[in-house]
């Protein structure tokens, strides 16, 4: 399996898919590329680092869909076939998500359906729950609301800010996203109605 990813920041989560490939844990895979829609992004300098292929695509001025459709010429030239989103700050338009139908994963900070989009950690906390965590889902149409891969669970403490939240359960992302990577590559699952069901 063929895998891109996409990221603007960061890449915590990327490096967790990066490592998790180069130590053998996602049964043949191989990172074709990452592509950084900001040209500042830490990510990309620790992908180079690691000696994975990276591409700086801007949008700069261009509608959402002619920046994808750069994107998506470069993930076909690497003969990508699976993306994974890693903190990629950009909503997919239905053109590329058509491209890449029932292809696409991506992590959200929160246990979804609860407190999807910006900030689910401030969400969370705002509305009193007192567990969140993670979770890997498939992209479709929907904001973060694509059929659920994975989850991870963490307790929220009566003294928890959005930050110390965020780093409990970032230590969580960096797990599941692997896992839920290597279920995925390994083609043992189906997806049944809303429900990601394992062969
Ligand atoms: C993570 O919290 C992820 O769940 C969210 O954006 C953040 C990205 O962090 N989608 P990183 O760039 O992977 O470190």
């Known amino acids: ?46 992908a180079r680092d690691k000696g994975i292929r990276t591409a700086l695509v801007e949008r700069k001025g261009r509608t959402r ?33 058509e491209e890449f139908r029932g292809r696409i994963l991506n992590i959200h900070p929160s246990l979804l359906p609860a407190f999807p989009g910006l900030d689910a950690q401030r969400q969370a906390i705002e509305h009193g729950v007192k567990y969140s965590g993670c979770t890997v889902h498939f992209v479709d149409e929907t904001l973060d609301g694509g059929p659920i891969v994975t989850q991870r669970v963490v307790p929220v403490h009566d003294s928890d800010t959005p930050d110390a939240l965020a780093a409990r359960i970032l230590a969580e992302e960096h797990a599941a996203y692997p896992e ?20």
Request: overall charge positive.
């Open 65 to 97: 869909e002619e920046h994808e459709r750069e994107i998506i010429q470069k993930l076909r030239e690497q003969r990508v076939e699976l993306v994974c989103l890693a903190g990629y700050m950009r909503l997919l338009s239905p053109y590329f998500i």
């Open 180 to 199: 839920a990577l290597a279920l995925v590559c390994s083609g043992r699952y189906e997806v049944v109605g809303r429900r990601v069901v394992r062969k």
């Open 1 to 46: 399996m063929r895998i891109g990813i996409l990221i603007s920041g960061r890449g915590s989560n990327m490096v967790a898919l990066l490592d998790a490939v180069r130590d053998g844990h996602v049964y043949d895979a191989e990172i074709a590329l990452v592509v950084s829609d900001q040209p500042s992004a830490a990510g990309r300098m620790r």
